[in-house]
């Protein structure tokens, strides 16, 4: 069970998408229930139902629920990622074992983006913060459907953390990490051709993210005008979509900075591979991260990482060998890092080479093998 699924963009979309083929070559049928509304037909190894999101939300819940009550009778687990509303509805009725992945606080995101608490609240922030009665009735109902499961998988100790937090015993949590998918960074031409064919000059800065309020672009946006300071003509290329786009492309506006920020939208892999591996600098500035991919495939780009140290980022590098780490929010040492590395090759150049040694410690087959032995236990539990 899932709240979004493939070809939707995201992390648990791309998981699943990888995931379950190598479980089901693995000799396992799973299924997959989730959001959506039809899309082009697309052959996957297992069968895909999609409950359409034009219904109000309520309508839409009872919905899912109903279909995972249905398909979920003769099931030997249910793994729900990071959708655990419907599965734990169902499964009052089902009593089947039930895996959890929890890669974010879901009240937090829903409360951010439904105005309910203030827009730049950070996840750390809304752990200890006091709000309205609507926002603790989403805790309650969160902690119970991540209280009925078995098993917690979460994909960096930073979210462990968390999920403790909440009241879940920590024996019950199992952190496996996400395996970034690096099939379209292979057999990359070099730097020096792609910037020629994407048309870049000068120094290029590259940010990817969904741009909702924590992924913190506005201030690498203002970060831009005082690295130009330093390095003329640096500017800032934005792959990626959200509902802050239209306040981001006005701050560049207001900043003067509107034709040295370019907002691409939202692209396809391919193309985030080869502006990654394009860019003299790949930065990051949010103020919460489960554990980012982005990182990885900068990374795989050959591409020096600048990001906070925010959420699960610090468990993907060393800080000075693999990427520079700065404070969360802290846009003076966001520009201090990214003209260090801009004007200092021998720097860019150690940030390269350790990236390449740490993505050692993210491996498909690893992640597969650790979620399905987490799922054999859970099933065979009594």
């Not at 019950?172 to 990359?188: F, H, K």
């Not at 300071?229 to 792959?239: D, E, H, N, Y």
Request: charged residues 20%; contains cysteine; hydrophobic residues 45%.
């Amino acid at each position: 069970m899932t709240g979004t699924f493939h070809p939707e963009p995201g992390g648990p979309p791309t998981y699943l998408y990888h995931l379950l083929p190598e479980l089901a070559a693995r000799g396992h049928s799973p299924r997959v229930v989730t959001y959506g509304d039809p899309t082009p037909a697309h052959d996957y190894p297992y069968p895909v139902t999609r409950i359409t999101r034009q219904q109000p939300i309520p309508k839409r819940l009872l919905a899912m629920t109903r279909e995972v009550l249905r398909q979920g009778r003769d099931a030997d687990v249910l793994f729900a990622s990071d959708y655990g509303l419907p599965a734990a509805l169902a499964n009052l009725w089902l009593r089947k074992p039930l895996a959890l992945k929890v890669v974010s606080d879901f009240a937090w995101e829903f409360s951010v983006r439904h105005g309910w608490v203030p827009r730049q609240t950070t996840m750390d922030a809304f752990q200890v913060g006091r709000y309205g009665p609507r926002v603790g009735l989403l805790r309650a109902v969160q902690r119970a459907y991540v209280s009925a499961a078995r098993r917690v998988i979460v994909p960096s100790r930073y979210i462990e953390s968390v999920v403790t937090g909440w009241g879940l015993n920590a024996h019950r949590i199992q952190v496996i990490y996400n395996a970034p998918q690096l099939a379209a960074y292979e057999d990359l031409p070099d730097k020096a051709a792609l910037r020629a064919e994407l048309g870049f000059e000068g120094a290029v800065i590259v940010c990817v993210a969904r741009l909702t309020a924590w992924k913190g672009v506005g201030g690498l946006i203002r970060a831009l005008g005082e690295v130009r300071g330093a390095v003329p003509g640096a500017q800032l290329r934005i792959l990626g979509d959200g509902p802050e786009r239209a306040r981001l492309e006005a701050l560049a506006g207001e900043l003067g900075l509107r034709e040295q920020v370019h907002f691409a939208g939202q692209v396809p892999r391919e193309t985030v591979a080869r502006t990654l591996r394009a860019a003299d600098v790949f930065a990051l500035f949010s103020t919460y991260e489960g554990l980012p991919h982005v990182v990885l495939e900068a990374m795989a780009a050959g591409t020096p990482v600048v990001a906070s140290a925010a959420g699960g980022t610090p468990e993907t590098m060393r800080d000075g060998e693999s990427g520079l780490l700065v404070p969360v929010g802290d846009e003076g040492a966001l520009v201090e890092a990214l003209v260090g590395v801009l004007t200092e090759p021998a720097l860019a150049r150690r940030l390269v080479e350790g990236g390449r040694v740490e993505l050692a410690r993210f491996s498909m087959e690893t992640m597969v093998a650790q979620t399905e032995a987490l799922l054999r236990e859970v099933a065979h539990e009594r």
